[in-house]
C-alpha cells in the first residue's frame, strides 16, 4: 500500500513564503491524482489544490494566484509553492494521493503544520 510523509511547513510572516513537498512510496507514483488539502482547528478538511497524473491542475479560490501545485514523477514527489503567505493560510496541510481509475485506493499522509503569524 501507499505510504505519503509530508514536510516544508513552520512558522513563516505574513507575506513569505513556504514550500512544502510530499514523497510517495509504496506504488507507481505516475498513476496517482495527487492533492493538497488543509484543516484549521474546529474546522472541516479542505481542498487546496489538486493536480491529475496528466499534469492538470485545479486551485480554491482563496488560494489562486498565490499557490502553485506541481508534481516531479521521476522522484515520486508533489510540491506546493506558497507565496503571499496570509495567516487565514494556517492550518495542518496534508498531502493525498488517489489511484487515477480505482478510487478506493486513496491515501493521506499524517500532516505538516503551516503557521501564518507577525
Known amino acids: 500500500q501507499v505510504q505519503l510523509v509530508e514536510s516544508g511547513g513552520g512558522l513563516v510572516q505574513p507575506g513569505g513564503s513556504l514550500r512544502l513537498s510530499c514523497t510517495q512510496s509504496?506504488?507507481?507514483?505516475?498513476?496517482?491524482?495527487m492533492g493538497w488539502y488543509r484543516q484549521a482547528p474546529g474546522k472541516q478538511r479542505d481542498v487546496v489544490a489538486t493536480?491529475?497524473?496528466?499534469?492538470?491542475?485545479n486551485y480554491a479560490d482563496s488560494v489562486k494566484g498565490r499557490f502553485t501545485i506541481s508534481r516531479d514523477n521521476a522522484n515520486n514527489t508533489l510540491f506546493l509553492q506558497m507565496n503571499s503567505l496570509k495567516p487565514e493560510d494556517t492550518a495542518v496541510y496534508y498531502c493525498?494521493?488517489?489511484?487515477?481509475?480505482?478510487?478506493?485506493?486513496?491515501?493521506w499522509g499524517q500532516g505538516t503544520q503551516v503557521t501564518v503569524s507577525s
Open positions: 509504496g506504488d507507481w507514483f505516475s498513476i496517482y491524482n
Open positions: 493536480i491529475t497524473y496528466g499534469g492538470s491542475t
Open positions: 493525498n494521493a488517489r489511484h487515477f481509475a480505482v478510487s478506493t485506493r486513496d491515501y
